[in-house]
């Protein structure tokens, strides 16, 4: 029998569970699919409650994972299968090549001799990297990664030549393993809902037209530009912005429940826009604005702002003025009992919250529901955390993960 836990996804609820019950002595796993440790909360610029940056949190936990040898982690991997009982399970890991090894110092040498460039997933193609290129500024493990589907390997191997470590190999392969483990806390987390399902909303053709966490990356200090938020299609300073709720959210063609935090985080990027333009118009376009609980404070000081209007109504259509790059919306306003077009610099779609691995099949015995959260598994030892098991904000997928850990360490104590 195994006293050990895995935990997959190492965001902040995965690192939340693997911490708590590696600090009362239990051998823990992370196995986390991107190269790097901290999940979505790395691209935001604020998170509530405190509106604290990633850097608050993240490395304070960092440290912590840094200085217990309880805890061990697998960047690049994913579950494969688990197979056995409580207490006594195998897991199947799976860990893509990195091509990079730990001699890495991050100097950046390999990035300016690689000739290859690629869209950035971490900043929501709005920027590029090369072929060879660092996560962000606080990866754990704070090294560099090759995008193999991009890179040309030893046919070019400039980054090689370029490398004064011996860091770098192109003929590293896939490896695979086995774990032994006694529980496993599932906290795969979430993705934003794909916009481009969104025609009537213009999102993945009209430029300035971004959902939810590109403005993150936009208002970012390490994002592509820099924190300032500027339109996508120019650079243009926006003084007019749109925000549109319940993007693809509440909709039975598309995602069928409420996400919970798009409201909030709407609201927490009118405060970005406010700081970098005083003058700046912005209107929200709402069916139901919900500030949960502690929240409500933060909803009357953003409706106490003469500069940001709230329509209560739905966005029949968002359309592009060619000439210009500006976008035109179409909406209700039930209050006034009108429908107007409105012409605004950019949009920002409040796109909702989806499971990781919706659609997927889960490689561990637990129950999910039709849209994707795991909802049973606690009699198999599974326990979820954080938004895969629903949409949540970082402090309460936090506290989620305290309770799944304290299962996870009874189903192996018993």
Not at 40 to 60: A, D, N, S
Not at 142 to 152: A, E, S
Not at 240 to 262: E, K, M, P
Request: one cysteine or more; aromatic letters at 8%; glycine letters at 8%.
């Amino acid at each position: 029998m195994s006293n050990t836990i895995l935990v997959v996804g190492g965001g902040f609820s995965g690192i939340t569970a693997a911490l708590e019950a590696a600090e009362v002595g239990y051998e823990v796993y992370i196995v986390e699919k991107e190269a790097y440790l901290g999940g979505r909360v790395t691209q935001l610029k604020h998170y509530f409650p405190k509106l604290c940056p990633p850097t608050c949190g993240l490395e304070i936990n960092f440290q912590r994972i840094k200085k217990n040898p309880r805890v061990k982690f697998f960047t690049m991997s994913e579950v494969e299968s688990v197979t056995g009982q409580p207490g006594n399970y195998e897991a199947k890991i799976k860990t893509k090549p990195r091509f990079v090894n730990s001699k890495c110092t991050s100097c950046g040498k390999c990035v300016e001799a690689c000739p290859v460039t690629r869209k950035s997933e971490f900043d929501f193609g709005l920027a590029e990297t090369k072929a060879i290129y660092s996560p962000h500024p606080m990866a754990l493990p704070f090294r560099h990664v090759i995008d193999d589907t991009v890179c040309q390997g030893s046919s070019c191997a400039k980054c090689v030549e370029a490398c004064p470590y011996d860091a770098i190999d192109l003929e590293e392969k896939e490896k695979e393993m086995t774990l032994n483990v006694g529980s496993v806390v599932w906290a795969t987390g979430w993705k934003p809902y794909d916009v481009t399902n969104l025609t009537n909303l213009g999102a993945g053709e009209i430029k300035n037209v971004i959902n939810n966490m590109q403005m993150e990356r936009l208002a970012a200090p390490n994002g592509p530009t820099d924190g300032k938020v500027l339109r996508p299609s120019d650079n243009k300073e926006p003084q007019r912005i749109a925000f549109v709720q319940c993007a693809g959210s509440r909709d039975q063609n598309h995602l069928n429940y409420c996400s919970y935090i798009c409201c909030m985080a709407s609201l927490k990027q009118c405060t970005y826009l406010r700081e970098q333009y005083p003058d700046a118009e912005i209107v929200i376009y709402y069916i139901d604005l919900r500030a949960p609980g502690r929240y409500e404070k933060f909803l009357q000081n953003i409706q106490e702002d003469e500069k940001v209007k709230m329509v209560k109504g739905k966005v029949a259509k968002v359309e592009e003025e060619k000439a210009s790059g500006d976008v035109v919306v179409t909406a209700e306003d039930i209050i006034a009992g009108l429908k107007k077009e409105e012409k605004f610099d950019m949009v920002v779609l409040a796109t909702g919250m989806q499971p990781t691995v919706a659609g997927q099949e889960l490689p561990v015995q637990a129950d999910v529901d039709q849209e994707g959260f795991v909802i049973g598994g606690e009699e198999n030892g599974i326990f979820a955390a954080g938004c895969a098991k629903m949409p949540l904000d970082v402090v309460t997928s936090a506290e989620t993960a305290t309770g799944a850990a304290l299962k996870a360490i009874q189903k192996v104590r018993r």
